[in-house]
């Protein structure tokens, strides 16, 4: 498998000497640009985090099948494949959902945009005491975890479980603060994500990040109320295929996500790299842009 690794800079944390600094770091190795895109000469530049997972490996040879030659780029800092795709040293990444897109875009003053979703990762509520969100009494404490991405998610997953209601119906940006405690069930505290699992004893119920589930012995099937993948309050969780703008209607580009979309094997090697919880999606291109558009308009307001 033909893959660079690109390691962490050491001021990624700043957008814009990221994305000076990862035009230096990837241009070794980069194709012709004269040539046809996904040709020996110029094949496509895909920017990953975590391309050790065997199913990338099945992804490139099921590429190269259809005569597209394709490398793929290893990051180990997701602060670094945005800009890469922004200056040109990247063609397509695949790494993200549309909240950080959104995010990336405003703070950078960029415009990449999704041509393709992959999977969203549900987060769940989980309980040592109740098999359902029905089963909680009214008044009961619900945690989430602090950190504002998963803070808001979570609320949402309380509202879609009727455990809760929000503010404006909710959105992305939602905090404990936006919980109507007149029309909610539970009253919910916000806690380091660290504390969701181990505080599980002490509450009624938890949203717990998926990064903390194996090491409290749960598992995805454990929950008891998740994000719906259908459900539009959870189109910004969606991952996806982002690209430039200019680029967003490649044809090779755009059959990458297609290949990733269908192809069983790379389909069962992410969902084993994913512990299970990957639920995979096929959005269209134009439903991914305008969620993108709705997320940025709303970080901009704020």
């Known amino acids: 498998m033909s893959t660079r690794r690109i390691r962490p800079l050491a001021i990624a944390g700043s957008l814009g000497l990221a994305a000076a600094l990862v035009g230096c770091s990837a241009s ?81 003053g960029d415009d990449l945009q999704p041509i393709g979703s992959t999977a969203i990762y549900p987060i769940g509520l989980y309980s040592d005491k109740h098999q359902s969100p029905d089963e909680i009494p009214d008044g009961a404490e619900v945690i989430v975890p602090n950190d504002d991405t998963n803070q808001a998610r979570g609320l949402l997953v309380l509202q879609s479980a009727g455990l809760i ?19 909610s069930r539970v009253t919910v505290r916000a806690v380091d994500a660290a504390l969701t699992a181990t505080s599980l004893p002490d509450v009624a119920a938890a949203i717990i990040n998926n990064d903390f589930i194996t090491d409290a012995g749960l598992s995805p099937e454990d929950a008891i109320a998740q994000d719906d993948p259908n459900d539009p309050a959870a189109a910004p969780y969606i991952n996806i295929f982002a ?60």
């Open 28 to 108: 070794a190795g980069a194709g012709d640009a004269s040539a046809a895109l996904g040709s020996a000469d110029n094949p496509v530049q895909l920017g990953v985090v975590g391309a050790a997972e065997p199913y990338w490996a099945a992804y490139e040879e099921a590429v190269e099948a259809e005569g597209i030659e394709l490398e793929i780029v290893d990051f180990t800092d997701y602060n670094q494949p945005n800009p890469a795709v922004s200056e040109g040293e990247l063609d397509i990444n695949q790494f993200q959902h549309i909240i950080y897109l959104a995010n990336y875009n405003v703070q950078a």
């Open 243 to 302: 690209t430039t703008a200019e680029n967003a209607d490649d044809e090779v580009l755009n059959r990458l996500v297609e290949i990733y979309q269908t192809n069983e094997e790379v389909q069962a090697g992410a969902l084993e790299a994913s512990g299970g919880s990957g639920i995979f999606t096929v959005t269209p291109k134009a439903d991914l842009q305008a969620a993108l558009e709705a997320v940025q308009a709303e970080l901009e307001a704020n």
């Open 165 to 183: 209601a929000l503010e404006g119906g909710g959105s992305p940006y939602s905090t404990v603060e936006d919980v109507i405690e007149g029309e």
